[in-house]
């Protein structure tokens, strides 16, 4: 099932708002991440930012790496942000992950 038709224009609006730079395989990518069923219930701005992450996390990061290395999920994501802002930066994002407060999204 699809998204409504409002989901899917707040999740364009946030998107455009959070990744104004970002190529567009990669804000497809991050759509359709945004509008899985399990986020439906959060605001379209949080689903965003979530999804966003997660993407970046698996798609441009060394996080996979770090696991298959034996990491543990949560120091491999400590140990991403940098790469992971790097690359959000890239695409002038309006946030950034914060080491202090982030590392467990």
Sequence with gaps: MTA???RRR???KALTLLLPMAPYADIEAVRQQALAPHMKALPASLA???AAVA???HAHSSYETL???GYD????RFFVIDEINETLTRWRATRLL???IDSDV
Excluded: I, K, Q
Aim: net charge negative.
């Design 67 to 69: 696991l298959e290395e």
């Design 73 to 76: 999920r949560d120091s491999a």
């Design 48 to 50: 965003v930012w979530l």
């Design 98 to 100: 914060d080491p202090d």
């Design 10 to 12: 707040a999740v364009a």
């Design 55 to 57: 993407y970046v996390r």
């Design 4 to 6: 409504r038709t409002g």
